[in-house]
């Protein structure tokens, strides 16, 4: 009887030890193929905000546009069809005209971008008042933001 029990503790001990191996490996790599599923990071969603950020200041203020800056506010990356979708807000100071006062444009909006930064799609949400009317164009900002980040998004 007591080297039945003292056979039965190893063994009960190696079982599992195998089961907990098999549990974690399961955990870590649920798409079968052997490679740990992606999750996404907020660096990797961050460079999307500021280079997306920069292009759309460039697309409407070519000339006048500066110190753009990006925020991710939020971040979401779906490992099936491996695309992010970003919160952001992109600021940079700028003038629609040459004439026209500098002001700080502010606009928010989603950036959904594939995992490679390929097929950008940018969904305005909101642009400010800067944008929307602060100088002789200002009526027509916030429509050529709109165009410009569709411009973008289309690879333009």
């Not at 940079?92 to 097929?119: F, H, K, P, S």
Request: hydrophobic share 35%; net charge negative; with cysteine.
């Amino acid at each position: 009887m007591k080297s039945l029990f003292t056979f039965r503790i190893p063994t009960g001990i190696s079982a599992i030890s195998v089961l907990s191996l098999l549990l974690l490996f399961a955990c870590n790599f649920p798409n079968g193929s052997g490679e740990p599923v992606y999750q996404g990071s907020y660096q990797e969603a961050s460079a999307f905000s500021a280079q997306f950020a920069g292009l759309l200041m460039n697309q409407y203020y070519p000339n006048t546009g500066r110190e753009f800056r990006a925020r991710t506010n939020d971040w979401s990356y779906d490992p099936d069809t491996q695309r992010y979708t970003i919160d952001m807000t992109s600021t940079w100071m700028g003038r629609g005209c040459w004439i026209c006062d500098e002001c700080q444009v502010e606009a928010r909006g989603y950036l959904y971008v594939n995992r490679d930064g390929t097929n950008p799609q940018y969904q305005m949400e909101r642009v400010n008042d800067c944008a929307l009317g602060h100088d002789l164009q200002g009526l027509m900002i916030g429509t050529l933001i709109n165009v410009a980040a569709d411009e973008l998004s289309k690879g333009n």
